[in-house]
């Protein structure tokens, strides 16, 4: 049994959910060695989060973001206001999605199902750039 871990730096982005697949994969040095294992991935952070979603329409991360924002309204009397309207709720989303997901990893590749792929969830307006931790397990 192996371990690595890697910390990659994604670009900022704007609100909503962003495709990070390739990023992760490119991050990953020895993921091609791995028949057997486990990935976990990581982001540092508070305002946004991570989700394992369909990756084949457009419209579903246009619709994630517009669902979310939809139960998380940035319109609400919060105490919490020092960083901005939408810092708040960021922290609320970013909970309700959660920092990780873990991905199964076989004969070299992540074993995700076909329409899946693994989506960076910004929650702030600008929220810059976030890093994610990636520690493969494996053998």
Same mark, same amino acid.
């Given at each position: ?9 994604? /670009? ?5 959910? !962003?495709? $990070? ?11 091609? +060695? ?38 998380? /309204? ?5 105490? !919490?206001? $020092? ?11 970013? +909970? ?44």
């Amino acid at each position: 049994m192996s371990w690595s871990q890697t910390e990659i730096q994604l /670009p900022a982005h704007s609100r909503g959910f !962003h495709l $990070i697949t390739h990023e992760i994969e490119r991050g990953l040095n020895d993921l091609d +060695s791995v028949n057997v294992g486990l990935l976990h991935v990581f982001i540092k952070h508070t305002s946004a989060s991570l989700t394992i979603n369909e990756n084949a329409s457009p419209d579903v991360p246009r619709d994630m973001e517009m669902a979310v924002n939809k139960m998380v /309204p940035e319109n609400w009397p919060y105490i !919490h206001t $020092i960083e901005g309207a939408d810092d708040m709720p960021a922290h609320i989303k970013s +909970s309700m999605f959660g920092p990780s997901v873990t991905i199964p990893v076989s004969n070299g590749r992540l074993n995700l199902g076909t329409w899946q792929g693994v989506f960076l969830c910004e929650h702030r307006d600008h929220g810059g750039r976030r890093k994610v931790v990636l520690t493969l397990q494996g053998e």
